[in-house]
Every structure is written in structure tokens, then in C-alpha cells.
């Protein structure tokens, strides 16, 4: 039987907190660490675009074993980065360093970790499930092609003409698709703060994959207050780092072209974002499901009462 502690709905903004304060005091280590698992979730995804090309032919239900292989790496890789963050996060709060050979925490428990990806992956169908809702598989093509016309217009170079970028998003259904924008934005905190409590039960307590996500859904649940409150102030923190990346990547491409800027932009988001998250997730683990006690941001531990589980 586990014990969730119930905090007030103020922990969640010391979940992030804490985070920053990580983050503070050891920038370069958790940066570094982050960039490599951010590299080697990249060739993660190249490995997978390639198992899908190569086995594109095989019938069904052979055809299926692809997509699983894409959905594991995908979905699982980032889950076995970031659960090696979330031990390099744990030790800088106990006073210990950081280092790159933390993140093959994530190989010791590769199957439990396997299986806390199912959180995105039901939100990834949740999401594309209420966009061809709300648009239409025909709405979906139409707004596909859209992107790749305006890709194709910045690749010319210069600034686009206000005039064809107008007439070409006057063709999609601009509303709902604002909408579907919204709810996915809405949602991702929500999924981000599920998977990292799932993650450190895991790594933490060296629990399965499903208890797990049970321990991380019940103890989300119970303190709900705390979860919308931490997803409202990351959803809050995106917004403003990606403005801040993109005004930095336009001066980056300005200087050495956009290639280089859009490896940047990326780098300076993983780099400051998994970290952030990781401290956080150490910090919401402690409180939720661990035993409680202190605070690496240096604020006042929120009183818990516990529920049985």
C-alpha cells in the first residue's frame, strides 16, 4: 500500500520553482546532459522515420510492427532521457554533481519507462482524434498543404507577402482550428506533469510501469489544485520562451542562416526546459509520493496530509 500526499494547490508553482533553483545551481552539468539526451533523441527519431521507410511494404499485420517500433522510440526514447535528467536533478539537490553517465539510469529500467510513454501516446490520439474531428481528415490535408506552401515561401528567402499568406490561411477553417490549437496546449501541461510523476515513481522506487501510472493518475487526481497550477504557469513559461528563442533565432539566422538558428533555438530550449522540468518533476515526486520532507527552492515545504492507496 502506498501513502499520496495531499498538498495545497500552491506546491505546483514550487515545482517550478524548484526547478529554476536547480537549474541555478549547477546550469552547465544539467545543460550538457540535456543537449546529449536532446542529440540522442534526435537519432532516435531518424532511426525511426527509417524503420518506417524501409518497412513501409509489409502487409497487414505485419505492417504493424513499424508503427510500434516508431511509437517506442518516439514516445520511449524521450521518456528514458528524461528519467536520467530527473536522477541528475535528484542528485544536485543532494549536493552530489551531475554528470552525462546519469542518463543510462533510463536503460536500467527500460521496460517501466517503456510503459509511462503511454501517457503521451494517448494524448498524441487524443489530440489528432479531436483535430479530424473538428476539421475533417479533408480539413487536415488542406491545412498540410498550407504549411508546406508557406514553408516553401520562406525557403525563397525574404519576408513573405503579407497578401499570400493571408489568401492562403483564408482557405482553412481558421476558428476550430484555433480551438483544437488551444485545447492541445491546454492538455500538454497536464500530460507533462502525469508522465514526470510517473517517470520518478519508476526510477525512485523501482515500481512497474503500471503502478506506476497508477500511483502518478491517483496522486495527480488527488491533488489537482496543485497539478492545474503548475500547468498553467509551464503553459505561461513555453509561451514566453519560445517568444524569446524566436527573437534570439531571427538574429541567429540574420547572422548564420537558418539551419544553424533552428539547431540553436532548439538546443536553447531543450537545454534550459529539460532540466527545469526534471527539478520539478524531482520536487512534485518528493511531495506527492516520496516522503515529503524539504525544499530545494528554499521556500517553505506546503503541509501535507496522506491518503492511503
Known amino acids: 500500500m502506498s501513502t499520496i500526499n495531499k498538498v495545497p494547490a500552491s506546491a505546483g508553482a514550487e515545482w517550478l520553482l524548484a526547478g529554476f533553483a536547480l537549474l541555478k545551481r549547477a546550469p552547465v552539468p544539467l545543460f550538457a546532459i540535456s543537449v546529449v539526451g536532446l542529440l540522442v533523441v534526435a537519432l532516435s527519431l531518424l532511426v525511426a522515420v527509417a524503420v518506417v521507410a524501409l518497412m513501409a511494404a509489409l502487409p497487414f499485420p505485419l505492417s504493424l510492427i513499424p508503427l510500434l517500433i516508431y511509437a517506442a522510440l518516439t514516445l520511449g526514447v524521450p521518456c528514458l532521457i528524461f528519467a536520467g535528467v530527473v536522477w541528475a536533478a535528484r542528485e544536485v539537490s543532494e549536493g552530489r554533481d551531475a554528470s552525462v553517465h546519469h542518463l543510462q539510469v533510463g536503460i536500467r529500467h527500460v521496460a517501466p519507462l517503456l510503459l509511462t510513454s503511454v501517457i503521451p501516446l494517448a494524448g498524441t490520439i487524443l489530440s489528432a482524434t479531436l483535430l479530424i474531428a473538428l476539421i475533417g481528415t479533408d480539413g487536415v490535408q488542406q491545412a498540410n498543404d498550407v504549411m508546406v506552401k508557406l514553408q516553401a515561401l520562406m525557403a525563397e528567402g525574404g519576408q513573405p507577402d503579407p497578401a499570400q499568406v493571408n489568401a492562403l490561411v483564408a482557405s482553412l477553417p481558421v476558428v476550430r482550428f484555433l480551438f483544437w490549437m488551444l485545447v492541445t496546449i491546454a ?23 503500471f503502478s506506476a501510472l497508477r500511483l502518478s493518475l491517483a496522486a495527480n487526481a488527488k491533488n489537482f489544485g496543485a497539478l492545474i497550477v503548475f500547468s498553467l504557469l509551464l503553459a505561461v513559461l513555453l509561451f514566453a520562451l519560445s517568444l524569446i528563442l524566436q527573437i534570439v533565432g531571427v538574429m541567429v539566422q540574420f547572422v548564420l542562416g537558418p539551419v544553424i538558428a533552428v539547431l540553436f533555438t532548439n538546443l536553447a530550449l531543450m537545454g534550459v526546459l529539460m532540466p527545469l522540468l526534471a527539478g520539478a518533476a524531482y520536487t512534485a515526486w518528493r511531495q506527492m509520493l516520496g516522503n515529503g520532507s524539504g525544499s530545494t527552492s528554499g521556500i517553505a515545504t506546503p503541509t501535507v496530509s496522506h491518503i492511503e492507496v
Open 187 to 209: 492538455l500538454a501541461p497536464i500530460v507533462v506533469c502525469l508522465v514526470m510523476v510517473a517517470v520518478s515513481e519508476v526510477i525512485f522506487s523501482d515500481r512497474s510501469g
